[in-house]
């Protein structure tokens, strides 16, 4: 398993479903858990949050670095993110990782699908409208 050195998923740029799905098989091929998976999501969309926030209040890119606590060479992959959405699609984000760690922790349905269904809703252009079902 390879939890401490989890790759950031690719998802949070739009229309890269295709790379995030295999990104995701290769990381259950290989052991991860998916409960850790939707954690490191929900790390990475909080630090997206959390980059808006001190955007606005004007912080320097090194200010918001130690803020976030990632490295400064690693900053411009979570501005580029942060730019993929908008503030409100970042919060509904959490809405789809709730919907997630009840469908993983009840075991209705096999993770790989949920943790498909989360990707997939956050490559599309507007997660909001168009959300894949959790109940398939």
């Known amino acids: 398993m390879r ?12 229309k890269r479903h295709t790379r995030s799905k295999k990104t995701l098989s290769s990381l259950i091929d290989e052991g991860e858990q998916p409960l850790v998976m939707l954690a490191m999501l929900v790390r990475n969309f909080r ?7 001190l955007k606005k209040a004007g912080m320097s890119r090194m200010e918001v670095s130690k803020r976030l606590g990632i490295p400064e060479f690693y900053l411009s992959e979570t501005y580029k993110h942060f730019s993929a959405y908008t503030p409100e699609e970042i919060k509904e984000a959490f809405t789809l990782f709730l919907e997630a760690d009840l469908q993983l922790k009840s075991n209705v349905r096999a993770p790989e699908r949920t943790m498909e269904a989360v990707i997939l809703n956050l490559c599309i252009v507007n997660p909001s409208n168009s959300q894949v079902s959790y109940n398939a």
């Open 3 to 14: 939890t401490r050195s989890l790759p950031r998923f690719e998802i949070s740029l739009r």
């Open 47 to 53: 630090n997206l949050l959390r980059l808006g926030e």
